[in-house]
């Protein structure tokens, strides 16, 4: 980053989510359109107040996972290992030489793994206490992400993980990014993983009050949109490794993308929100119209949307043309610990195709002169691109990326 | 590299809910480890808590603050107690100063466990599946998952600089302090507020903590079933509490004429990359984690004069702990003090090494080492001065607080005594 410290590359891509598995079929699927948002499948929810999710139906974990690893975690754990075991390779990082104590993993995750905890709730009630399974205790706690891809990994490197509700991936990546730049890594792998699709957990997340109740999968989730009515909650994961960027040159590597700059503050307004993507900007050594694309939150709250799009119109008013900005989670769920890492591979993957990510669903809205939201994807040529997340509690995370190495003009 | 002190304090503790108070009782010894009577009604082999039994909401907050915290998890109460104490110690608040770059990091490893359990009770039929689609208060989401806390304690501070929530479970509490220790040294915060609450007191807690042995089974009076570095230790005591402080750039805290508690010099973290709960006994992985504590600081080993163990009680982590000493300060390593506060106060995960952090903050400022408590039966291979027969009077210059935790996670700091 030029802001302070090492500049950081982006060596590897890893994804899950319902819209595909691995970063090429999910983003064919993403730009094929139709959306990947369904009826609940994975248990019976009549009589729930949420109708439609983001399942990740065709994940088999057994396929990526070692058995015995699959039965000692819950399924937050195997998406995350399955999209680390994905941005490795393409990192073609060679782990057997590298000083794998200079490696570290930064997760984001907001509630743990429910699914096991719920089977957990059941043997304690049902059985009795004195024989709840083994792995519960390991399985569920936020952190078993960053554990389990330690260990396979042999990573020994600084490790952290953090919830932060839909801000809980970028908090990760934005740390794990500044984690290289401070010299506490040379290599991290960062994004994060959420797996909502389950009874408690869902009857929790809707207790926020921020999910769609909504019953039409086509219309559920509709950031931006007159007719928002909350978000869709969605499975999956996305790993990125993120690399000291003479670490590699050294070996190399292929370079993704590069970490320009970033920014982190709270705010409950517009205001504080702007000044927040303000700051990513002036860190990247950017101005408003050096951005080609931005991937928003786009939580689809009337209020929060207008609160951000309000931020982004502020903070690129100077931009001179229309900035274009999406939302592709429309089409397969917030992924909250898995968000915001999924956004910067679609912000990537745009750069490396010259395509703009599609808004599934956005018809009209209550978009200001200066930003510019389309439903589908389209061709758009982009170099840098900035993405922005805001939790419900005002935790504003913004950073700024090159689609490819940066020339030297660029910083 | 910008000098980073501590300026405030604020903890919830099961010995005491000030800082002082809290002193007082490590300093003397006093084990406040209690009979859980669940444990044994639900068939657990375990055995003893502690609790924050001093601790309610009318003591520190007005009442329509105590109400909206009370609608929430009693982490959330102590959390937010403990991060209000350290503030209003700091003085920052009546400083004048513009608080809004402030950071806070907040950390739990369970969160709101209890009230989740509560949850699952009020949505089944005697416990029994399925989960039914009744209401669910609208509190749940706040009160049971991390992020209220630092959002909460921001808000009532005027704060817009980062906030955030760790949850790297036993670690959690010190890996908040590195954090705000990393957001001053290197993107030139002026100060954070960090800290860690847990409440981990329910059934769901202790049986998933029992099943795999972690909890105390120690034979003899409840009092004495945490016993760190002692023989016949059988697991650690499960705790609840909070603990938080203020890091702050020390040019910014000389400036303001701030009290300065103690200094950090350097903190590190690394996984072992091994397992999620077993640790080998070479203390390798810990030992690594200190070195570049040390390092981060730039302090030789030799510099240590005290060291604020993990001291779980576990039979695994204090032998660990103890060959990781071991290794790094060599022929040192036995006339370097090291004790456990867990054998008093039990260990109550994330905030379990920022209580520790404070008791070694107290023990710089009353040149007091802190004591083992409950330490009868020596182990053959635990063979170092763990401080067994009470505080013991040294000027403590430079001393180190550690950490272990599931995942497999290390963590250490470097304090120095206040200049």
């Known amino acids: ?67 015995r690893f699959v039965a000692k975690t819950d399924r937050f754990t195997h998406f995350a290992l399955a999209a680390s075991d994905q941005a490795l390779a393409g990192a073609a990082l060679p782990l057997d030489t590298a000083d794998r104590s200079r490696i570290g993993v930064w997760f984001g995750n907001t509630t743990g793994g429910w699914d096991i905890c719920e089977r957990g709730f059941a043997e304690y009630y049902e059985q009795g206490p004195d024989v709840v399974n083994p792995w519960q205790a390991t399985a569920w706690f936020l952190a078993a992400p960053q554990g389990f891809v330690t260990i396979r990994h042999g990573l020994r490197g600084m490790s952290k993980s953090f919830s932060g509700d839909r801000a809980s991936g970028a908090v990760a990546l934005y740390y794990g990014t500044r984690a290289v730049a401070w010299d506490r890594n040379d290599v991290v792998l960062s994004g994060g993983c959420e797996a909502p699709v389950s009874p408690l957990s869902l009857l929790c997340f809707h207790s926020s009050g921020d999910l769609s109740e909504a019953a039409d999968p086509s219309a559920a989730f509709l950031p931006f949109d007159h007719r928002a009515s909350g978000l869709v909650v969605g499975e999956g994961g996305a790993v990125l490794v993120l690399e000291d960027a003479d670490h590699a040159a050294r070996r190399g590597a292929p370079v993704l993308g590069e970490v320009l700059g970033g920014a982190h503050g709270t705010s409950g307004d517009a205001a504080g ?124 995370v913004a950073m700024v990326f090159a689609g490819r190495p940066a020339a030297a003009g660029d910083r | 590299m910008k000098g980073v002190v501590i300026t405030g304090l604020g903890v919830v503790a099961p010995n005491g809910t000030s800082v002082e108070a809290f002193w007082d009782s490590v300093m003397a010894g006093r084990v406040v480890i209690e009979d859980e009577p669940l444990m044994s009604r639900i068939g657990l082999r375990c055995r003893g808590v502690a609790r924050c039994r001093d601790f309610a909401l009318a003591d520190h907050w007005a009442p329509e603050e105590a109400r909206e915290l009370g609608r929430l998890g009693r982490f959330v109460q102590m959390g937010a107690t403990a991060g209000r104490m350290a503030v209003e110690d700091s003085c920052l608040p009546s400083s004048g100063i513009d608080l809004s770059p402030g950071a806070v990091v907040f950390a739990s490893a369970v969160g709101g466990a209890p009230e989740m359990q509560d949850l699952y009770e009020t949505l089944t039929e005697d416990g029994r599946p399925p989960i039914l689609p009744r209401p669910v208060p609208d509190t749940a989401y706040d009160g049971i998952f991390l992020d209220y806390v630092p959002a909460m304690l921001a808000r009532r501070f005027g704060m817009t600089g980062p906030t955030a929530a760790l949850t790297t479970g036993c670690t959690a509490g010190v890996d908040a302090m590195g954090m705000g220790f990393d957001l001053i040294r290197h993107e030139g915060l002026p100060f954070a507020l960090v800290g860690a609450s847990e409440n981990p007191l329910n059934g769901i807690s202790y049986a998933t903590l029992d099943v795999i042995g972690c909890l105390s089974r120690a034979d003899g009076a409840v009092e004495r079933s945490s016993r760190p570095f002692d023989l016949g230790r059988a697991g650690f005591v499960i705790s609840e509490g909070a603990a938080f402080l203020v890091v702050e750039d020390a040019a910014h805290a000389r400036a303001r004429g701030a009290r300065v508690y103690a200094e950090v010099l350097g903190f590190a973290s690394t996984s072992n990359a091994h397992h999620m709960t077993d640790l080998l006994a070479d203390g390798e992985s810990m030992a690594l984690t200190i070195r570049r504590a040390l390092d981060d600081a730039g302090v030789e080993p030799s510099a240590i004069d005290y060291v604020s163990a993990h001291g779980s009680s576990t039979p695994q982590n204090d032998l660990f702990e103890t060959n990781a000493c071991k290794t790094v300060f060599g022929d040192l390593a036995p006339s370097i003090p090291i004790s456990s506060i867990k054998s008093m106060i039990g260990h109550s995960l994330s905030s379990a090494s920022l209580m520790a952090l404070i008791a070694t903050v107290g023990a710089m400022r009353r040149s007091v080492v802190p004591p083992t408590a409950n330490y009868e039966v020596p182990d053959p291979e635990c063979d170092l001065d763990y401080v067994v027969t009470g505080a013991r009077p040294k000027a403590l210059d430079t001393t180190l607080v550690v950490a272990s935790g599931f995942g497999g996670i290390h963590s250490a700091t470097v304090l120095r005594r206040a200049r």
Do not use: Q
Request: proline share 8%.
């Open chain 1, 1 to 67: 980053m030029s802001a302070s410290g090492r500049r950081v590359v982006i060596t590897g891509l890893g994804v899950v989510n319902a819209a595909g598995e691995g970063v090429d079929p999910f983003w064919a699927s993403l730009l094929a359109g139709g959306g990947s948002l369904g009826p609940i499948g994975r248990f019976d929810a009549a009589g729930f107040p949420v109708h439609v999710v983001g399942e990740a139906s065709g994940f088999d974990a057994a396929r990526v996972i070692p058995r």
């Open chain 1, 273 to 396: 929100y702007a000044a927040v993507v303000e700051r990513a900007l002036r860190s990247a050594g950017c101005g408003p119209g050096d951005v080609d694309l931005v991937l928003a939150e786009g939580c689809a709250s009337p209020c929060e949307d207008r609160l951000e799009l309000d931020a982004l119109a502020s903070a690129f008013a100077d931009a001179g043309r229309p900035v274009p900005v999406a939302v592709p989670k429309a089409a397969y769920g917030h992924l909250y610990g898995g968000s915001f890492g999924t956004d910067v591979v679609c912000g990537l993957l745009a750069a490396r195709d010259g395509v703009r990510p599609p808004t599934p669903g956005f018809e009209a809205g209550p978009v200001p002169a200066g930003l510019d939201v389309t439903a589908g994807a389209g061709p758009l040529p982009v170099e840098r691109f900035l993405v922005a997340s805001r939790s419900r509690y005002g935790s504003c």
